[in-house]
Structures are given as C-alpha cells and as structure tokens.
C-alpha cells in the first residue's frame, strides 16, 4: 500500500467524521413549545404501541381508544362506546352500542367485528399479552358476540364487579390484523386506531412522531404534532428540559424545585397512590411483637420525608390507597412510641439503642440500588428510627440479592407499589393468606396470617355492593394498623415539568407505573399551545 | 512484513475464540441469576412462569449445550437477544447505537490530533519554557483526572452555570426530516474525551521531537540557521500520523472505556449509555456482546497499530520480516 | 539495559533497596510524597476530624454551600460533604488496595510459573495471558461486577473486577524479569548445584523480583482507584448510600443541575490528588530504578 494513500483515507475518515458531526447544526435555541410541534421525553422506550400487548398501568397509547375510558377523576365513561354498557339482571351478560361516527386512520369504519377481534385476541393463549392474566380474561369471559354493527354482546362466567375496567383496552382494526400473528406483527411498530394522534414515524432510540386526527370523534385535537423521545436519565431529561430540546417531561421533585421560580415552565404534580413503604422482615424476632411494629410507625415523620427527600411533592401514607376508604393518621409522636417499646419489655442500653436480654433492637433495610429516592427514604427513616433508639442498617442491592433475602425474611425492603384504580387489582396478592406458603417473596411479603385482613379482602374481592366493599377496605385499614408489618412512608407525587406556554392541562390521578395516557398526559388532545 | 500481518490475523479468530470462552465460563461459574434479573421489580413469578422463561431463553438447557448452541450462533453473527429490550436482537440494538458513538470518538480523536500537533510541536520548539511546562503539566491532570469528573465539571460550567452549550443529548428533535447529531450537542462531549485522550499523542509528539533534534542533521540544519521552529515543522507534520495512528490502536481499550464514561455523563446515547443500562438492568446477553466486541477492537487495534508501525516505518520496513 | 538489582549480590536489607533512596529529591516527588502523607493522615484520623455518621439526615442543612463548619458544604439529605469525602477515600483506598493485592498475587503466581517452569506451560499461560489481556478492563470490569454481586457482594465483586482485569501487566513484568535473570549466572550455577525449578524460584528468584513488584504495584494502585470509582459511578460498584469517591461523584451529576457544584468538585479534586501522588511517585521510583519499564508498565 502505498503511504500516501494510507495517510490520505485516515484524513478522509476524520473529515466524514467530522461533516457527520455538523450535518444538521441549526438554532432551535427558544425555550418553551415551539411552533406547532410539542416534544416529550419519556422515561423508556416502548417496544410496542399495539393495545393487545398494553400494559393496564401505562394505557393505551393516544393512537388508541377503549371502549370506555376513564375521566379526570377516574371515573369510567364512554369512549368508543356511546353510552355506558347494560348489565343484564343475572351480572352475566353486558351489552355496549359503539358510536358509528368513529373511523380509523386509514379511512375505515369502527365496527363491532373489530370489537370482537380485538377482545378474541386477548383471549388467544398463543398472543403474548399481559391483560388476559390481570384481568383473569380467560375465565371471566366466556364469548364476545357481535349483534349487528354497531352493537356486542359480552357473556360472562359470573358477575364481575371489576368488568368495567376490563372494556379499557385499545380497540385495533381488524382488517389490519387479521390472519397475522400478532406477537410479530408491523402492526405493532406501524399501528393505525382510532384515537386523537396518528402514528407518523419511529426512530428507534430516538423518537416517535405522532400528528393531530384531524377527525377525531371527540372533537378538535390542540397539538398539531408531538414528538416523543426517551431519555432515562433524569438528570438527562432536566439538561434537555432547561436547554429546550424537550417541553415536558417528568422531574425528580428534588430537580423540580429550580423551574417553579422560572417563568418559562410549569410545574405540574400528578396526585397518585404510588406508596413507598418499609416492608419489615418477617423473620425477625426483634419484631415479631405487633406493638413494637406499631412503634416503628409512630416514630416515622413522614411530614419531614415529603419536603425533605421529595421537595414537598408527595403526600404522607399511612396505609395503601384506596379512594373512599383512605387510612387514619398515625401521629408522629416519638415519646409515646418509646413507651410502647419500653412496655414491651426493652430497655436502653449503654449506646443508646434499645436491647432485651442481651439484643439490640433493629433490622436491615434494603433498597435497590438504582433508585435514589428509595435510597434516600431508606436513610431518612433509618435516621428517624435510630433517634428512637431503633437500630436500622441500611443496604441497597440488586433485585436478585433482595429477593432472596426479603424473600427469606431476613431483611425488609423498601417497597414501591399503588394504583388508583380498583382496590382488588393489587391488595389480595399483598396481604391475603392465601399466599404464605407459596414461596413466591412479592405475594404478601410480609407473611401476613390474620383472619380479619382475609375477611376483609374477601368481602372485597366478592362483593358487587360499593358501600360494602368501601366499609370492607376501611376495616383493611384499620387492621393493617394494627398489625404495623408495612410501615408506610409517603405517596410520591409525580412532578411534571412542561413548557409555561402549554394550557389546558389536566391531571389524572396514578399509580406505581406510569404511562402514556395517565396521570399528566391522558388527556393531552385538550393541551393547546399558546 | 506480509508474513508478520497473516501471522497475526491468524491467531486473531484463535484469541478471539479465547475471548469468547473466557466470557462463557465466567458466565457459567457465577451463581447469578438470569431469570430473577429479567423478571425485575417486585414482580411475583410462579415456578412456572420461572420455567416458562427458562425455556423460552434457551436457560434449561445444560451449560456445555449452551456453549455450544451460544457459539454457533455468535460464527453466524447472532449475539442473542436482549433480554431489557423485551427480546429484541442484540445486534439490532449494537447498529442503532453505533452512530452516535462513533461520530463522539471520532470528533475526539481528530481534536486529539490537532490539538495534539500544536502543542506538541510547540512545547518542543520552546523546550523547558513557561509553555512546554504547561502542556506538560495539562498532559500530567488529563492523564490523572477521571475522565467522567472533568466531563461533570465541564458541564457545570459551560452547560449549568454559562448556559452555552446542551447538556444531553445528540440533536434538536422536532425536525421534520431525520434526526442526526448537530455541533452544538457534540461540543462537550467530544472535547472532554479528546482532554482525556490527548496526553499520550502530545506527549509523543513533544518527546519525539526533542530525541530528533539531537540528531545530527538537525544540528547542522540549526547551524546552517534554518529556525528551529520551521525545522521541527517541516519535520513533525508530515510525520505525526503514523505514530498517531499506532497510538490509537494502543490506546484503543482506553478510548473505548472513556466513552462509556462521558456518554453517561452528557446521555449521548451511545453504546455506553447503552452498555451501562444493560449493567444496571443486568441484561447479560447485551453486556457479553458488548465486552466481545470490546475485546476485537483492542485486538483489531494493536493489529492495526503493529501493521501501521510497519508500513509506515521505513526503518522497520528494512530491518524488519 | 540495566539489571533491576545491581546490589543483588550483596546481602542485608539496606543495600538491596539502596536504590530506592534518593540522594536528592526532585520537586514533584517532594510535593507528591508531602500530599500522600496528608491524605494517609486524613484516612488514617477519619474518625476524629471528621466524627460524624456519614449517613445521618439532616433535612434543615440540605444543600448548603461551603462555609466553615462544613468546608465542602452538604448534600441533598444536609449530610456533611467533607465527612463523606474523608469517609469515602478511605473506603476508596481500601478498595482499590485491595484490588490491587488481587492483581498482584494473581500476577505474580502465573508469571513466576510461565517464567520458571519455561516451555510449554510457559506458552499455555502467556496465551491464556494474551487472553485476559484484549478484555476492555472497563467493560470486562462491569460484567463481572454485575456477575459476581450476588454472590461476593459488592466490595467482593470490585476487588473481583479490578483484581481480574489488571493481573496481566503484573505477570508480564514478573515473567519478563525471571527471563532476564535466569539468563544470568549465579542462577545457572545454582541449576547446576541440582536445586528444583520451584525450589529456585521460591529462593533465587523471589527475592530479586520483589523490587519490581513491589513498582508495578504501586503503579497499579493509581489504576484500582480509577476503576474502583468508575465502576460505583456507572451504579455497578459499592452501594449507592455507602460513601465512596465513585458514589459521591454519582450522586453529584444530579446535584450540579441544582448549582451545587461543591458536591461534585471535591470528591473529584481528591480522587484526582490521590492518584496523581502516588502516580508521580511510582513514576519517579520506575525512571529511578529501570526505565526500561516505561513501556511494558503503561497499563
């Protein structure tokens, strides 16, 4: 080879690599939305918009509409359906009219054998689809029947107090569909629905662009064009928030507080029923005496957890959220917490941490290690505890190490779990009986054996009777208190970040898990940019 | 000199099987474990969902089958799939995210040659000034400081406190076209890794110099009155590629593991944003795909650098095979 | 080329490391030296200069910027930097210590057998060696931390991690020394006097080489401190609310966005004066004692 040549391709390759570099170097220097374009970062990338593979905390994507949905205050209403369903007499058969202004993107006509399609699939054992397990589809549903074209019929094995909530998915086109597997489908990276936005690209890694349905049944759509981008790192996304590369995107609270001084931005909390709470260990003979438990939580001032690790973005918990049957307020009183303690038989000793025959009273704590907030309530309620006079050594971990040994009993963890909407989506497994021996550590945790918890959930879970289901739950209150093995810390509000000249925004209550159509952004067809 | 290059691109499949092995057999010895680390979360599983996920990752098998299985695969370029990006190819995810790495390292590495020149030749040409002691002292930090410190500092000043350039990210994202990489999103990036390699090439540059101007020719030139300056010039410029290329495939491991390091700082989503949210998720099949390519790039580096020596070397051209 | 050990044949501790105590002192190993005795009074003294629990909240300090009560202000949680910063290089030295002895003993048993025993076992080990040796040490270093957590924990892990990704440079150095001293004559008279290759390693070999061990060590050291941080600030290394030089820089690429930029400058500024001592001194000890080294220890 000749030297020339050589020196002349390693110059070659730089300039490319630097001509690359610059290819697109324009000044989108403005904060706040832009023209008619509105970009969001989210916190991961989906793999998938198809409603069938949804997952019921994120919701359907905004290409997509159920057949109902719910409103601001998570209330059911009709979506796609035109009024709410019938329920026939028995509980077993529920009818719902479809609207017959609805089209997909494509031009095509809603009709109720895209209904039918759509629910089949849920029920196909061979598609991959989280939805039939959550919501017990395959046992709940016994047909789905079309009556005319606008009209289905559901038939059910029993009454289902939760159906409701099961009519939520994105209904999606069969003539689409039909034939394909749906695991693999194009569909499901190039979808075509029903809802306010229209799928226009996919960047992987980079962005998803959707434009406004300029046909939407529900009426005009405000945001002409959104970009959705995916930026893990928060302090990524509060960078690229300050810099106006995004308009809105969730905020760590702590990173929250530099914009509400800014005029440039809103800031918008979600409120939500995401808990995080100290699990104890449930093989530790410091605490296997119910009072001492209850101490625990008296010592815990969640009030100074909220503005201090969540900049005053959360709200303190007292026990899991279920709206109508919210738990009492356990005070913040240290003093009368050391004299439960003391009543139970432990002392102080000489380095000031409470022992009985010999034993310190504590336990370990752990949290996994990625997750900062977590980590930061763990030490919070370690320094709490310790100025009780409570030992707590605190750990963070991977999940396989936290399984085994929470799993074990031999160390609590700091747990993060809640949804907002029906309370028997999430309770049984958490603290019903039924799970003690199954050797499954997330299946109530705690171990939890008492007969009135059980009781309680049972009347939850049966029962088509809202009062008796709300005064079941509040009695789950009231002996989850009593029996103190989840020490409840706060609920996190989701802080939001977004462009001060984006309005009409508003919040829907959330859970644990966040998604593209809850809590800030359900319904962001109504978002006007000014 | 052909000899010596079919010698080393022979043992090279020879090392990389090596590597490879190496990565499966420590895989194999430790006791992690894959499926608790793909379930994640506080997500319950049954022993049949545990089976059910055993089966579907090829898990259930015995480990010399896997081997075997895992080794097949990798000849026809099939590294897995990706176990946090629910099943999605490996090498799939490798492509997407080639891109903005390689525009990073390569922007790096031509500062590192530029910047590199000058100074060099500069602390040479004014050996044991004010100015040589300076570029040698940078040269001392820069090798010294962690490369991701003076990337988060880089960043508090040009990015928090001035506001002058973008802190994460590759673009502006409401373009109608594509998206690409715009200057302004590389400035930082680029430049805190090319503070972090540009060391070892001004160093040579300097220290080469210095070693030729003791050479006879030089001398007599000096004395002939050409300036000292022009001399060096007309002496490092036309020279400074080879060794620059040589130290590239030296340094290849280090260039490699400061990407990694800015690219989470600035969330320049390449493949070091990528290798360590495969880290964090413990997505193995991402993590060992990743560390075998590593593994090639070095080996293909010292390759490069010993065949670049000897092309471009005429005295080892002449003594050499 | 000068041998390692010109005194060797004379006996006594004093002459064998006379090279390693210079007649005069050159103004970066001085300052080198001086700032290594001040961080190894400060990890040494943690506990009474700055005797505060380094995890103990305090909310109504939070985010306080340097003054004199906290010199290098506090956290998002009101925690005391300088107390984490001290707290942390401690466990940070000790760490990267440790590591560094992994890699030693490692090293230095497979080049003392690959140098040795010769032959075969010699060509098996280096090709084993060249192995190792093309793994990426950050990258190589994050698999087995992700793999070895469970299991040793996370201190077990790291020492793992760095230990197994830099033995290779130590063994090459060890090798490289046994080949040039077997070349030399006490060590054939001693092969003549019927001493087993083990024996002659263990008693002939051993003592000349720990000088150069003793080097490549300390050479390492500054590299353990680096991939140690490294591997905490990438979440991979010891746990995120354990005090660390890594784990504070981690949890400063928040705090910087806020303005705090104290959390981040500090814990940086002493990583970066650690490694920099004991590099300038390990530097100034390698051109002092063979500089023929420059290369081979370039890790």
């Known amino acids: 080879m000749s030297r020339h040549l050589f020196l002349l391709s390693i110059l070659a390759a730089i300039v490319l690599a630097t001509t690359a570099a610059c290819g697109n170097d324009d000044d989108g220097e403005a904060v706040g939305a832009t023209g008619d374009t509105l970009v969001i970062a989210l916190t991961s990338e989906p793999e998938n918009l198809s409603p069938i593979f949804m997952d019921f905390y994120a919701g359907n994507w905004r290409t997509f509409n159920g057949l109902l949905s719910y409103d601001a205050d998570l209330n059911l209403v009709p979506d796609l359906a035109a009024e709410m369903p019938d329920v026939s007499e028995d509980g077993e058969t529920v009818t719902v009219r479809l609207r017959e202004d609805v089209t997909f993107h494509d031009g095509e006509p809603l009709t109720s054998d895209d209904v039918v399609f759509t629910y089949e699939s849920l029920l196909d054992p061979d598609v991959g689809t989280e939805l039939r397990a959550r919501f017990d589809l395959a046992e709940v549903i016994e047909g789905v029947e079309a009556i005319d074209e606008h009209t289905v019929e559901f038939h059910l094995s029993r009454p289902d107090a939760a159906f409701f909530h099961k009519l939520y998915p994105g209904i999606v086109p069969q003539h689409l569909l039909e034939g394909e597997d749906l695991n693999t489908a194009d569909f499901n990276r190039n979808p075509v629905g029903t809802g306010p936005f229209v799928f226009d690209e996919w960047s992987s890694g980079e962005r998803i662009v959707m434009t406004a349905n300029e046909d939407y049944h529900h009426g005009d759509v405000g945001i002409p064009r959104v970009v959705f981008t995916f930026i893990e790192d928060e302090n990524a996304r509060v960078s690229q928030l300050r810099d106006g590369t995004v308009d809105a995107t969730a905020v760590p609270p702590r990173l929250a507080g530099d914009f509400r001084d800014d005029d440039n931005f809103q800031v918008v909390e979600v409120p939500s029923a995401d808990a995080r709470v100290a699990v104890l260990p449930h093989d530790e003979p410091n605490l296997e005496d119910p009072q001492v438990r209850r101490a625990l939580a008296m010592g815990i001032n969640r009030e100074a957890i909220v503005d201090g690790v969540l900049a005053g973005s959360g709200e303190p918990a007292y026990g899991p959220y279920i709206a109508g049957a919210m738990p009492p307020e356990i005070p913040h009183d240290p003093d009368a917490a050391r004299e439960l303690i003391e009543e139970a038989g432990w002392s102080t000793g000489s380095d000031g941490f409470y022992e009985r025959d010999g034993e310190r009273l504590g336990f370990e704590l752990l949290y996994p290690s990625g997750d900062s907030v977590r980590r930061d309530i763990a030490l919070a309620i370690r320094s709490d505890l310790q100025e009780l006079g409570v030992d707590v050594e605190v750990d963070g971990a991977g999940w396989d190490v936290i399984t085994d040994r929470f799993g074990s009993g031999d160390a609590g963890n700091m747990f993060a779990w809640g949804q907002p909407y029906d309370p028997d989506l999430e309770l049984y497994l958490h603290f019903h009986s039924a799970f003690l021996d199954d050797g499954e550590p997330f299946n109530n945790p705690a171990r939890i054996d008492d007969p009135a918890i059980d009781d309680a959930l049972d009347t939850g879970r049966r029962s088509l009777d809202p009062d008796e289901r709300l005064a079941a739950y509040s009695d789950l209150q009231e002996a989850l208190q009593e029996d103190a093995s989840w020490l409840f810390g706060v609920y996190m509000q989701p802080t939001i970040v977004m462009a001060s000249n984006i309005s009409d925004v508003e919040v829907q209550p959330e859970g644990h898990f966040h998604g593209v159509s809850r809590g800030v952004m359900w319904a962001m067809e109504d978002w006007q940019i000014d | 000199m052909l000899g010596v290059i079919v010698r080393r691109l022979a043992l090279l499949p020879l090392i990389l099987l090596g590597v490879a092995t190496l990565t499966f057999v420590i895989v194999a010895i430790s006791p992690f474990d894959p499926i608790r680390a793909y379930v994640g979360a506080e997500t319950p599983i049954s022993a049949e969902g545990r089976e059910e996920i055993a089966r579907a990752w090829g898990l259930d098998q015995s480990e010399p089958e896997r081997m075997i299985r895992w080794a097949g695969r990798l000849l026809q370029g099939d590294l897995g799939h990706s176990t946090m990006l629910e099943g999605r190819p490996v090498s799939e995810a490798l492509l997407e995210r080639a891109g903005p790495t390689l525009v990073l390292i390569g922007t790096s590495l031509a500062l590192v040659l530029v910047g590199g020149l000058i100074a060099g030749v500069l602390a040479a040409a004014f050996r044991d000034s004010w100015f040589d002691w300076l570029v040698r002292s940078v040269s001392h930090f820069n090798i010294a400081a962690p490369s991701f410190w003076v990337a988060l500092m880089a960043l508090y000043i040009f990015s928090v406190q001035l506001n002058w350039l973008p802190a994460a990210g590759t673009t502006d994202l409401r373009g109608e076209g594509g998206t690409g990489i715009d200057l302004k999103h590389l400035i930082l990036p680029a430049v805190t890794l090319a503070i972090t390699q540009q060391a070892w090439f001004t160093m040579y540059i300097r220290n080469t110099l210095l070693e030729v101007m003791r050479e006879d020719y030089v001398q007599y030139a000096t004395a002939q009155g050409i300036g000292r300056t022009a001399l060096l010039l007309r002496h490092a410029l036309p020279n400074a590629l080879i060794p620059f290329v040589t130290l590239i495939g030296v340094n290849m491991g280090e260039i490699i593991g400061g990407s990694i390091l800015i690219e989470t700082v600035f969330a320049w989503p390449g493949l070091g944003t990528l290798t360590r949210d495969a880290a964090l998720s413990a997505d193995l099949p991402l993590l060992i795909a990743i560390t075998i390519i590593g593994a090639f790039f070095v080996i293909m580096g010292n390759l490069f650098a010993d065949v670049s020596y000897r092309v471009l070397d005429p005295r080892i051209r002449e003594t050499g095979a | 080329m000068t041998a390692p050990t010109t005194t060797a044949s004379t006996s006594g501790w004093r002459s064998r490391w006379r090279w390693a105590i210079p007649r005069r002192v050159p103004f970066a190993a001085g300052i080198s030296g001086s700032l290594l005795v001040i961080i190894l009074f400060i990890v040494a003294t943690a506990d009474i200069i700055r005797p505060i629990d380094t995890y103990t909240v305090d909310f109504a300090a939070a985010l306080q910027s340097p003054s004199l009560s906290s010199p290098m202000g506090t956290d998002e949680l009101g925690r005391d930097i300088m107390t984490r910063v001290f707290h942390g290089l401690r466990v940070s030295l000790f ?203 370039e890790l």
């Open chain 3, 95 to 297: 760490v990267s210590l440790m590591a560094s002895v992994v890699a030693l003993v490692l090293g230095g048993a497979i080049g003392l057998a690959a140098g040795a025993l010769g032959g075969k076992v010699d060509s098996v080990l280096m090709r084993f060696l060249d192995v190792f040796a093309s793994q990426n040490h950050l990258l190589f270093g994050i698999v087995l931390a992700v793999l070895f957590r469970p299991a040793l924990g996370p201190m077990g892990a790291i020492l793992l991690a760095v230990g197994l990704t830099h033995w290779t440079q130590m063994a090459r150095i060890v090798r490289g020394e046994l080949l040039s001293l077997r070349e030399r004559q006490f060590v054939g008279a001693a092969i003549n006097g019927g001493a087993g290759r083990w024996r002659l390693a263990w008693r002939h070999y051993l003592p000349h080489l720990l000088p150069a061990m003793g080097l490549g060590f300390v050479l390492l050291f500054p590299h353990a401190i680096f991939h140690e941080s490294a591997l905490s600030f990438l979440g991979v290394g010891l746990p995120p609310h354990q005090a660390s030089l890594g784990n504070l820089l981690a949890d400063s690429r928040s705090l910087i966005l806020v303005g705090a930029w104290w959390a981040a400058l500090f814990p940086g500024l002493m990583l970066l004066l650690t490694s920099l001592a004991i590099g300038t001194l390990g530097e100034y000890w390698r051109d002092r004692h063979n500089p023929r080294w420059r290369s081979e220890l």
